[in-house]
């Protein structure tokens, strides 16, 4: 217990890394990546192209005012300062005009003379500056409560040079500047960025715990099949992988492994029952051939040749005993009998009954028999054979009458076509038969019925017949045999029956859905109906 | 016969050469699928065993390697391995004959022995006689002194087989394997039942019977005692 809480927080402490290691992970993290760029893609676009539409129409306007105040210049001539005076007369006309529009008109004269200025002063920007420029300037302001108040502003401004010639011949440069004050925008500007970036920053932590979640979930299931395993390594061989029940590819897993379980348990407990059986029944032969030895070594006088011959009949005897378990054993694991391929039954029935009959016939049976046509299934024609070889060595065993039995032995050898396209395959006799109670017990492994402990054989003939059957996937089942027959003493009663064995092997071509290829068949038949009639 | 036993399980290889020994051949033995190879080809052997699991170069590759070298010689491989699948792997690497452990020593020796009849002109053989008793293929007839007997087709291949081992001995196994082409063995005496039946055809009324059981191990057809 202690060790179990320790290894839980252990796992609790490493769960952050290991959460990090996960393919889930790792995908929700590049996806996450992908989506806050693309985020940050589509927020940038929109607020470039919409900032974009308003600083140019700033800029249009900077240059409609520019040209108008170089029209206002040249209409005065370019001789001498006349045109400059005007041009300064309708910036101060304009400031008042516009909202927010700055001005500047410097003489450079030589000498230089700021003629008029909004700002105090020149920013360093507008020398030499093609196009719309963005500065940043000083505005003076009056507060509501009358108090002088100096901020920075942000504006775009764009600088025009008149050129004009002095009275000497020389020429006087004047830069005009005409300027916005942008604050507004630079507000919009502002929260649109921080906007963005919070949006990007939302997507990213959405991204990481939606991940985080996800791969939780993820480890979780794989941490539920890691514990079913490691159990199941560690003994405990019931354990089966709990299912969400939602049917999705974990549960798929989860059933597919569960199946591979249940094989693995079968296997398991079948070799177990083995080793357990072998224990058990090889056992007490192997101490009596022992007893049976030492005492032939202690005692001079004993008949060493005929301890020998019978030793070695019980060691003949058990080495049939261990070859069959392996078979079983070999077939059950789908490691014996080689690759399945189309086996005729009735064929290899006629085989065994013409193998049988002689001994039959010896043994005072009569031997039937009852082989109809029959599709072919897919299996191997030596375990077919054993199988049928099994049940005839059975009969002919069990099936046996006294001397002064009105009943004459008879074993019915039957294949015949089943309704699904499969193979039945039956030996029946009309012995003492098997109680219900027993029937299902005489397929298991080294059972032997009371009544036939004094025969000889070892209990491994009829689960030998089972997992040929299993091996071909056909149905085994144990019931009725032939009717006995009513004899004139009345001394059987009439309802007896013998045993009975039939195999029920699957058809060899699944059988096609019914729904779907019966249909076209169907519309076929009725015009040629239609024909006849 | 001269013989090649390559079985690594030494307590094995003596129990089986010194058999073979015993039986009138001469034996060589190799303890490993190399040595095996080396002495095999320095040739004039009549039949090789050999074990199908051996340490360094297996069985199965030796033998292989040997028929690629064009070494025509009958080999039966001995194993544990006993499955139709195991079988074919045998023969299809040039086996002759394969005999599955735990095996009994007449069964072994009957079948080496029947392999080293293999050899030669037998199976293009059309007519068998023993004695007095004769079997043309073509004809499939049975005659003995001069009387036609009727056998079913099975007897007849029954009677065939022993007749190609005839002198030799011939395991209920190496019958049901090689007439009846089963690897399994019924617990019931069937084969006895047929070889008893065969019997009354072709013995019942001669003087001499051929059709002798060999206590323990099989059956044979000699005009021997």
Redesign the interface.
């Known amino acids: 217990m202690e060790g179990d809480g320790q290894r839980r927080g252990l796992t609790r402490l490493g769960l952050i890394p290991r959460l990090l290691r996960t393919s889930a992970f790792r995908y929700t993290l590049i996806y996450t990546a992908f989506f806050v760029l693309s985020v940050l893609g589509i927020g940038y676009f929109v607020y470039a192209s919409t900032l974009g539409q308003t600083m140019d129409r700033l800029d249009q306007e900077l240059i409609d005012e520019l040209t108008y105040l170089a029209e206002i210049n040249r209409s005065a001539g370019t001789d001498g300062l006349a045109g400059l005076a005007k041009v300064n007369t309708e910036v101060s006309r304009l400031k008042v005009v516009k909202d927010g529009a700055l001005y500047m008109v410097v003489l450079v004269g030589p000498p230089v003379r700021v003629l008029s200025s909004d700002l105090p002063n020149p920013p360093p920007e507008m020398l030499g500056a093609q196009g719309m420029f963005e500065f940043d300037y000083t505005a003076r302001t009056v507060n509501e409560a009358g108090q002088v108040v100096f901020s920075t502003r942000p504006a775009v401004g764009r600088v025009a040079n008149f050129i004009y010639r002095s009275s000497d011949g020389g020429q006087i440069r004047a830069i005009i500047l005409a300027a916005r004050d942008i604050r507004d925008i630079a507000r919009i500007r502002q929260d649109a960025q921080t906007v963005i970036i919070r949006i990007g920053g939302l997507t990213l932590l959405l991204g990481l715990i939606l991940g985080s979640i996800y791969s939780g979930a993820f480890l979780r299931r794989v941490d539920n099949i890691g514990r079913t395993v490691r159990a199941i390594r560690d003994g405990d061989l019931t354990r089966r992988i709990s299912l969400s029940g939602s049917g999705d590819e974990f549960d798929t897993l989860s059933d597919n492994i569960n199946a591979m379980l249940d094989q693995i348990e079968r296997l398991m407990t079948g070799m177990r029952q083995v080793s357990d059986n072998i224990a058990h029944d090889l056992r007490s032969p192997l101490t009596r051939i022992k007893a049976r030895l030492e005492s032939a070594l202690n005692d001079p006088s004993a008949d060493r040749a005929a301890v020998l011959d019978q030793t070695t009949t019980d060691v003949e005897r058990l080495?049939?005993t261990f070859?069959a378990l392996l078979s079983i054993t070999?077939i059950e694991s789908g490691?014996?009998?080689?690759?399945k391929v189309p086996v005729d039954v009735t064929a290899v029935a006629e085989?065994l009954l013409?193998?049988?009959e002689?001994?039959a016939q010896?043994d005072g049976f009569v031997l039937v028999g009852n082989i109809k046509p029959a599709p072919v299934v897919l299996g191997?024609r030596?375990l077919i054979?054993?199988a049928i070889?099994?049940l005839?060595?059975n009969a002919?065993?069990y099936a046996r009458r006294s001397e002064d039995s009105a009943i004459t032995p008879t074993i019915e050898l039957t294949v015949a076509p089943r309704p699904d396209g499969g193979v039945l395959l039956s030996v029946m006799d009309n012995g003492p038969g098997v109680s219900e109670a027993d029937q299902e017990r005489i397929l298991q492994r080294f059972v032997r019925l009371e009544r036939s402990r004094s025969t000889?054989?070892n209990g491994l003939?009829l689960s030998l017949v089972s997992a040929i059957a299993r091996r071909h996937n056909a149905q085994l089942s144990i019931g009725r045999g032939l009717p006995h027959e009513k004899d004139p003493q009345g001394l059987v009663a009439p309802s007896a029956y013998g045993l009975g064995v039939r195999i029920a092997f699957p058809p060899a071509v699944p059988a096609p859905k019914p729904g779907k290829t019966s249909r076209p068949a169907a519309a076929k038949s009725v015009p040629v109906g239609q024909a006849k009639a | 016969m001269r013989i090649l036993v390559v079985e690594d399980d030494a307590d094995a290889a003596t129990f089986v050469v010194k058999g073979l020994r015993e039986a009138g051949h001469a034996v060589d033995h190799a303890l490993d699928g190399d040595t095996g190879k080396n002495m095999s080809e320095n040739g004039g052997y009549d039949a090789y065993v050999i074990d199908r699991m051996l340490p360094g170069m297996d069985g199965l590759t030796m033998l292989e390697q040997r028929r690629a070298e064009g070494d025509e010689t009958p080999a039966l491989f001995l194993s544990a391995l006993?499955?139709?699948?195991d079988r074919?792997a045998g023969l299809q690497a040039g086996g002759d004959d394969y005999l599955v452990k735990?095996y009994a020593f007449s069964e072994l020796i009957a079948r080496v022995e029947a392999l080293g009849r293999r050899r030669g002109p037998q199976n293009i053989q059309t007519k068998f006689s023993v004695a007095d008793l004769e079997m043309d293929i073509l004809s499939r007839t049975v005659r003995r002194g001069g009387r036609k007997i009727d056998l079913q087709p099975?007897e007849f291949r029954l009677l065939e087989y022993l007749l190609r081992h005839s002198g030799q001995v011939v395991t209920r196994t190496m019958l049901l394997e090689n007439v009846?082409e089963?690897?399994?063995?019924?617990?019931?005496?069937?084969i006895?039942?047929?070889i008893s039946?065969l019997r009354s055809k072709i013995d019942k009324g001669f003087d001499k019977p051929l059709l002798k059981t060999v206590r323990g191990a099989g059956y044979t057809l000699t005009d021997e005692d």
Not at chain 1, 335 to 339: K, L
């Open positions: 080495l049939a070859n070999r490691e014996g009998g080689g690759t085989e013409e193998l049988y002689p001994a010896d191997s030596e054979s054993q070889a099994n005839l060595d002919l065993k000889a054989g003939g | 006993g499955e139709v699948d074919v735990p099975r009846w089963y690897h399994f063995d019924p617990q019931t005496n069937v006895d039942v047929h039946r």
